[in-house]
């Protein structure tokens, strides 16, 4: 039986432990494409149980949609070079940041249901960076 088509994404990538990076960069894939498709189709409902502004959660919604292609693009490379995934993992740092600093933008009166939605995912969003700076570090 051959097994080199169990084992390509992470022999391709030149190290076993490319598997983990791989894997994180899926689950941020997904979650993230939910989470754009969720701000997107129901804009209007959420805004008003966030107490945040439509028009910020359909542009949000549209800038995961571009984020969503970028890791779908990364995950159809044999090898995840670290650079790519450097790039992936400041992204995820900087939207942490901004979405904890959104609660104290100026303007910004999110309702108690709002402020969780944007922890919680500005937590899920570190996990991934965390994960995929495990992954990354394992690649040397």
Do not use: E, K
């Not at 039986?1 to 022999?11: F, G, K, S």
């Not at 922890?119 to 570090?137: H, M």
């Amino acid at each position: 039986m051959n097994t080199t088509a169990y084992t390509a994404p992470a022999a391709a990538a030149g190290h076993a432990d490319a598997t983990l990076l791989r894997r994180a960069l899926q689950l941020d894939a997904v979650a993230t494409g939910a989470t754009a498709i969720a701000l997107l189709v129901f804009t209007t409902p959420l805004s008003g149980w966030f107490g945040l502004p439509a028009a910020l959660l359909g542009a949000v919604g549209f800038v995961l949609v571009a984020f969503v292609a970028l890791l779908a693009w990364l995950l159809t490379r044999p090898r995840i070079g670290p650079r790519w995934a450097w790039a992936v993992i400041a992204i995820n740092a900087l939207w942490v940041v901004d979405s904890v600093a959104l609660l104290f933008w100026p303007g910004i009166d999110a309702t108690v249901l709002g402020a969780a939605f944007v922890l919680a995912q500005a937590g899920a969003v570190a996990l991934f960076a965390v994960l995929q700076w495990i992954g990354v570090r394992r690649l040397r």
